[in-house]
């Protein structure tokens, strides 16, 4: 399986204020890396560095291949979403192949079988203003998975939505990802979102950011909602709250 | 795997209410009461025929210069009676040919500007400048440069028609966000082919509303390029009714100049309402 993410050593400056401070990160393939941080510390900074939209100094590759720029390989999904607001849900589901000149046959597959992954068929001809918050955010990720990317980064994408719409976002995006292993660089200020979500945790510092805990996530990949009241669980969350407030 | 989630679909856009729809009715009716109190002032001799002709006369000419017989000539050389269409087909065509060819340069030199902040630090302080220049006071060179006609009257009427378009185009572009910008390159889309993709539809709403207010002022612009020494055009035939004295048919000229406006303003806005549905409110 592809898609090992390595970051060596990340510094990031704007100007004179620092804003990563060496951040040594491994995403392995098909696993889930929640970053977790304080607000401002610099996380989606870095996942803008790994999406290859910013300059760095240090290193960081995908399957030993050194990122510079951004990639189709490297899918980045924004906390505003990224669809086109002029383009109907099945032609921005269908922007990536179509700019990668697949045939017309193949991307109409692609785009089909995505509608069908995030609930959408019924809503292929609708612009992105018609759909909900969280059709939205369903359907950027999808527009990001379309192009099959490898490595997919996703910057907190459901911190806009309500607590009860973000919950079955995070149940959608589980089974989601369970049913298409992909590594996936998830960068969030919740908790709760990065332990339901993520296989590992990265725990960053406060801006100059830099990894100051890793640890595993101990629950199988089906995490529903369930698992809120597990009490192993809300000790964890407890712990990595602790740890954050403190960083 | 599916999740089918209803209860998290928007609302749609509300269709205009029956409210807006009977103030619409009202602001047509505008143009009616108007009409009835010109004729009132002419009946009661208000204000002299001479300088406002009565709505009848107005009318009368405005028949006469459609559809009308003859060859009644205004200041000897520029046809009136049933020389109307004719002249609107001459003011027509330079308009749109002058305004299709603006908005060809105006699109061209705004990409450049919303594109290359180094266009932008070298162009700006240029073209502003050029833009606060009146259109009357190209007309002097304008008719050095292309003598005293058609080539002058079509320069002009470009220049009015340029400035609104590049605006527009240049501030709109400049304004995309990024993160499409970004999306599209990471989603495999060459650097080449982002103004295509991305800069212009992004900027649609905003350019058509530069094209509607081009359009509209190289429509304005027509009379002041038919001052130029045209013998056919509806900016022509103002001008020659203002030297002999008939009032009323100046006043059919802005009768015509207003309804084209409309016209132009009505068209290019359905045949722009399907390109920018998607941001609509």
């Known amino acids: ?247 | 795997m599916t999740l089918v989630d209803d209860t998290l679909l928007a609302p749609l856009p509300v269709a205009a209410t029956g409210r807006r729809r009977s103030r619409r009715f009202v602001g047509l009716l505008f143009p009616l009461v108007l009409l009835g109190v010109w004729q009132l002032i002419s009946s009661r001799e208000l204000i002299s025929t001479r300088l406002l002709p009565a709505p009848g006369t107005v009318a009368q000419a405005f028949g006469q210069f459609f559809f009308g017989d003859g060859a009644f000539a205004l200041a000897g050389v520029v046809p009136f009676t049933g020389a109307g269409f004719d002249h609107l087909e001459a003011s027509l065509g330079r308009c749109l040919v002058s305004w299709s060819l603006a908005v060809v340069v105006g699109t061209t030199v705004g990409l450049l500007l919303g594109l290359s902040s180094m266009a932008r630090d070298l162009l700006d302080p240029l073209l502003n400048a050029l833009r606060a220049v009146p259109l009357f006071a190209w007309l002097p060179l304008a008719l050095v440069w292309f003598g005293i006609g058609e080539g002058a009257a079509r320069a002009l009427i470009f220049v009015g028609a340029l400035w609104p378009v590049v605006v527009s185009v240049g501030d709109s572009t400049a304004r995309v966000p990024r993160v499409h910008v970004e999306t599209a390159r990471m989603l495999g889309t060459p650097a080449r082919a982002l103004w295509r993709k991305v800069y212009l539809p992004s900027a649609l709403p905003e350019v058509v509303t530069g094209l509607r207010l081009s359009l509209t002022l190289a429509w304005t612009c027509v009379i002041v390029g038919e001052l130029t020494g045209t013998d056919r055009g509806v900016g022509a035939m103002m001008n020659a009714a203002r030297e002999t004295g008939r009032t009323e048919q100046v006043v059919v000229g802005i009768v015509v100049f207003a309804a084209v406006g409309l016209a132009f303003d009505l068209t290019l806005r359905r045949v722009a309402r399907r390109w920018v549905a998607w941001a609509a409110t």
Not at chain 1, 67 to 84: D, I, K, T, Y
Not at chain 1, 97 to 102: V, Y
Not at chain 1, 221 to 227: A, E, I, S
């Open chain 1, 1 to 247: 399986m592809i898609g090992q993410l390595v970051a060596r050593d990340l510094r990031k400056s704007f100007g004179a204020l620092p804003v990563l401070a060496g951040v040594d990160l491994v995403a392995r393939p098909g696993e889930v890396l929640a970053v977790l941080g304080p607000s401002g510390c610099g996380k989606s900074t870095l996942l803008r560095v790994l999406a290859g939209f910013e300059s760095y100094d240090g290193t960081v590759s995908i399957d030993g291949t050194e990122v510079r720029g951004p990639a189709a390989e490297r899918g980045m999904v924004a906390q505003s979403g990224g669809l086109f607001p002029w383009l109907t849900l099945r032609h921005n589901l269908a922007f990536g192949p179509s700019a990668h000149g697949r045939p017309r046959a193949e991307v109409t597959a692609i785009v089909d079988d995505l509608l069908h992954a995030t609930g959408l068929e019924g809503f292929a001809d609708a612009l992105p203003r018609e759909l909900s918050g969280g059709m939205r955010q369903r359907a950027g990720i999808a527009q990001v998975l379309a192009n099959r990317p490898p490595v997919l980064l996703l910057d907190e994408p459901f911190g806009a939505l309500d607590a009860q719409t973000r919950l079955r976002m995070h149940e959608w995006l589980a089974a989601l990802l369970a049913e298409r292993p992909t590594t996936t660089v998830l960068v969030t200020h919740d908790v709760e979102e990065a332990l339901l979500l993520g296989d590992r945790l990265a725990l960053l510092s406060g801006r100059p950011a830099k990894v100051v805990e890793e640890l595993a996530v101990p629950f199988d990949r089906t995490r529903g909602r369930g698992l809120l009241s597990d009490p192993d669980f809300v000790q964890l969350k407890t712990r990595v709250l602790d740890s954050v407030l403190a960083s």
